[in-house]
Each structure stands twice: as C-alpha cells, then as structure tokens.
C-alpha cells in the first residue's frame, strides 16, 4: 500500500464525495486491517469515510470508528456470523454499517461469494444474493454495496440489470460496485438502477476518469450530484 | 479561547476533533460540567440513539448543566435532536431547549432511510451560522430522524418533506447535518460559530 494521506486529500480537492478504503486481503489471511493510518486520513479528510476489510468484532469497528472512520463495511465476517451485524448495529446505530456483497450471476441466478480477496480461497455460497439483501436489512445493516463479480474489472458497465432488482428490495441506501469503464457507465446505473451511489476505484486511480470532469457530465445528465 | 466538545458517548468524535484542529482550534472533549461551564464554545455532538444518549448526558448530570449554558452551543446530528423537548426515537425526554419534537423520517421507494447522502441546504438570509454559504450548497446528512420545518428552524433541506437542516434559539445552534464531513462549506458553518461572541 502506498501512502493513501496523498491520494485521500487528492480525492477530497477532486471532489468525491465519500471514500472506501478496501484492505481486500485482510480477511482471507484472517487478520484485521491495521489502525495507525485511519487518524492521519482523519486528519486530512472532511467528507465521510469508509473502513472495510477484516473487522469480525464490534471490537475492531470500535477502534476504527474511533480513530475517525464515518463507517465500517463488512463482508466475508457478516458471512461467516451474519449475528455480527445485529451487533455493530445496536452499538454504533445502523448507519455506520454498511454490509458489502460480492455478487455473482450463474445458472442459478445471482449467488453471493465470500473471501474474494484471493482467488484461490473464494468460495461460492449456497445463499442467493436477494435472500442476503433481505437478511442483512432486518439485522440492521445501513447501508449496502452490492459488487457484481461478473462485472467486476473488466470496465464494460455495471450490472445495471442486477443492480436494478436489488434496488426493489432495499430500503436502506445502495451503493454501486464493479464494472465502471467510463462516464457514461455512471449516468446508466444512477438513471436506471436509481442507485444511491457508485463506487469506482482503477478508473479513478488511473486517472481515466476526473471527479470534478464526471459530475459535471452526471449534472449534465440530470442526476442530482453535489459540485 | 477554551472550546469544549461535550463526550457523549459517541465512537467518532475524532472527525470532529480534527476539524476544529484545521481551523486551528484545540478543543477538549470532556463531561465535566465545570469545563463545559468554562468553556467559549461547546460542541454536542453525538451519533446512536437518543434514548441511550440523554441516559449517558443524565449520568453525568449535563442534562441540567447544558439549558443553563450562556455561551454559543452547537448540537451536531443527534446533538440537534437532543435540544429538543423530545425524541420519538425512544421514545426520550430530551433538554428541552426548543420546544419542538423530533419524529422519524417516512419510508418511501425513493427515500431509503436512512437518509446518508449529500443534500442542499437554504438557510435564513442573515444567519450568523451561514455566513458566506451560498444558498443550495451541498452538506452530509446521516439520520433516520428529524426536526421538521419550525418556529426556530433557521436551515431547511428536503427529503421527501422539508425538514430542518439547521435551528437557533438564543445561544443555542443546531445542525442535523454533519458540519465535520461537508467539505469547505462545513468548515465554514464551524468556523462561523466559532467566530461568535461567547
């Protein structure tokens, strides 16, 4: 990991309105994702920010909503006890909970999958993705993040489609994940998808895609957006 | 310049801390009703639930010290709530400041609650607290309940309905959204009331 303080506060200046900050392998080598850089992004950061990879106790979310994260995302831990939930909501209020989702569309219809940090160690659950949705909102998660896997890296759209059915079903906030490529892969998914958010990380990285540049389109576009 | 954050309990007062600190205030956090007394400006912050909060603000007996306070008080989100006479997230008896209550945000398709999300905010013209904001600017709300559009509202936003985005009554400010987490124009809403005469 490179020194995230410089690429945060280029965020912030860019103008995105909310930051994730995914440790991807800190749940398949089963260790909690360390602390020391949520304050020094603290520092720097006045929009909200996100916490996701390895938090398996309110324990872990404490020390991270703690050191100044607005939220914690969980994912393959809520698999594993999906109780967890219903007690980070009960501690800190639903709305620092935001439950992310590893979507995967087959024979079967969508599936959810777990330990997507490594290849060699995801698994493909028998729980299909709407059952999921329903459970993780009555348990009390806030928020949801919904990557569609057969989407994800290959920057040809999101799963408008799947992300469309889930939004049925939501009645907390639902953020869009995997597939964006280019600008108008964002109107598509907020105009038709109705989503709440979308999240995007190498095209933004790479610089492919300007903040500032995209939401003037999505204003352009009609999609409400904050300057 | 003593400025205090009132502990409430919540886990992410750091935002707050930090946001003061870039505007090059040290503030203290603390629950100790001389230091609050004492202080230039108080902050209530407070994110959870209102009951849970106004049993820890008993405990500590701040629920008789904080309507007494003479200097600027700033109630942030659930802060806000707590000014009120009353909370039906609860249901609780809040500090009895303003003499409105606080009720649950209505579900609706396009209205997930709860509501997290960046909205426009218009204020009163001459609102000490929006000095230098334009009207329409973006702020970050985080809440499933609300102070709807009142005698001491000075801000309103929409979602679904008008609601307050902001009360004054006296010394006492309130905003539902979270000054800490808006960008340039929340540091500016902070710096604002920090700039006022305590």
């Known amino acids: 990991m490179g020194d995230i303080v410089p690429l945060a506060a280029r965020y912030r200046d860019e103008g995105a309105d909310e930051l994730v900050f995914y440790d991807i392998t800190a749940s398949p080598d089963g260790r909690t994702v360390s602390?020391?850089?949520?304050?020094?992004?603290?520092?720097?950061?006045?929009?909200?920010?996100?916490v996701a990879g390895g938090i398996r106790s309110v324990e872990d979310a404490e020390a991270v909503l703690?050191?100044?994260?607005?939220?914690?995302?969980?994912?393959?831990?809520?698999?594993?006890?999906?109780?967890?939930?219903?007690?980070l909501a009960r501690r800190f209020g639903c709305q620092?909970?935001?439950?992310?989702?590893?979507?995967r569309g087959g024979g079967e219809g969508y599936r959810v999958a777990s330990h997507t940090g490594d290849p060699e160690r995801t698994r493909y659950d028998r729980k299909g993705t709407a059952e999921w949705v329903s459970e993780i909102q009555d348990r009390g998660a806030g928020e949801i993040v919904l990557n569609c896997m057969n989407h994800d890296g290959v920057r040809t759209g999101y799963d408008v489609e799947h992300l469309a059915a889930v939004r049925d079903i939501c009645r907390v906030p639902l953020i869009a994940s995997g597939g964006a490529g280019a600008m108008e892969h964002f109107s598509r998914?907020?105009?038709?998808?109705?989503?709440?958010?979308?999240?995007?990380?190498t095209v933004f990285h790479s610089g492919a895609i300007f903040i500032g540049d995209l939401k003037s389109y999505l204003a352009d576009c009609g999609v409400e957006v904050r300057p | 310049m003593a400025v205090a954050i009132i502990d409430s309990g919540g886990a992410n007062i750091a935002s707050l801390r930090f946001a003061l600190q870039r505007l090059g205030c040290a503030a203290e956090l603390t629950r100790d009703p001389g230091a609050i007394r004492d202080a230039s400006h108080v902050l209530l912050p407070g994110v959870g639930a209102a009951d849970d909060a106004m049993a820890r603000l008993r405990g500590a007996g701040l629920d008789r010290v904080i309507p007494g306070l003479t200097q600027p008080v700033l109630g942030i989100c659930l802060g806000m709530?707590?000014?009120?006479?009353?909370s039906e997230e609860g249901p609780a008896d809040c500090l009895g400041v303003i003499a409105d209550r606080v009720v649950p945000l209505e579900p609706a398709p396009e209205?997930?609650?709860?509501?997290?999300?960046?909205?426009?905010?218009?204020?009163?013209?001459?609102?000490?607290?929006?000095?230098g904001v334009d009207a329409g600017t973006h702020f970050y709300f985080?809440?499933?309940?609300?102070?709807?559009?009142?005698d001491y509202t000075v801000a309103t936003t929409?979602?679904?309905?008008?609601?307050?985005?902001?009360?004054g009554k006296d010394n006492f400010f309130g905003t539902q959204f979270h000054p800490e987490r808006s960008g340039p124009a929340g540091s500016r809403v902070l710096a604002n009331f920090l700039r006022m005469d305590s």
């Open chain 1, 35 to 50: 602390r020391d850089w949520v304050t020094r992004v603290t520092e720097v950061l006045d929009i909200p920010f996100c």
């Open chain 1, 66 to 87: 703690a050191a100044g994260a607005e939220k914690v995302s969980i994912n393959t831990p809520a698999l594993e006890d999906p109780s967890l939930i219903d007690r």
């Open chain 1, 96 to 103: 620092c909970v935001v439950v992310g989702i590893d979507s």
């Open chain 1, 189 to 201: 998914v907020f105009l038709e998808a109705r989503v709440d958010g979308a999240l995007a990380a």
């Open chain 2, 81 to 86: 709530q707590l000014l009120f006479e009353r």
């Open chain 2, 111 to 131: 209205r997930p609650i709860p509501h997290m999300g960046w909205n426009r905010v218009s204020a009163e013209p001459g609102c000490m607290l929006f000095d």
């Open chain 2, 142 to 150: 985080v809440h499933s309940f609300a102070a709807g559009d009142g």
């Open chain 2, 158 to 167: 929409t979602y679904g309905t008008t609601i307050s985005a902001a009360v």
